[in-house]
């Protein structure tokens, strides 16, 4: 089960243990329109290919933060450029 907490982060109970990871700062976002949604995309992606949960949660609040800047469903051209070779360089999220 995985708790998204905003602004503070998100939580995976997974085989009888919490993991918490807090979320990437932003100083002032300017629409979190997409960001739940972007957040589960990485997140499962992530849980799918095996990565820990502790690894998950972290890709999960990071392409979140990517879509807090900018109205809407949308985000920066390129703003995934480096997360999603992060994403393919560490297969086991270490």
Do not use: H, I
Not at 51 to 62: A, D, F, M, S, V
């Amino acid at each position: 089960m995985v708790e998204k907490l905003g602004a503070a982060g998100a939580r995976c109970w997974r085989n009888g243990s919490c993991t918490f990871v807090p979320a990437v700062p932003a100083d002032a976002p300017l629409d979190a329109t997409g960001a739940g949604d972007t957040f589960a995309g990485a997140f499962l992606t992530g849980f799918l290919r095996g990565y820990p949960p502790e690894q998950c949660l972290k890709y999960g609040n990071t392409a979140a933060r990517l879509v807090l800047d900018l109205p809407g469903t949308g985000f920066a051209p390129g703003a995934f450029s480096g997360f999603t070779a992060d994403f393919v360089r560490n297969p086991q999220g270490q």
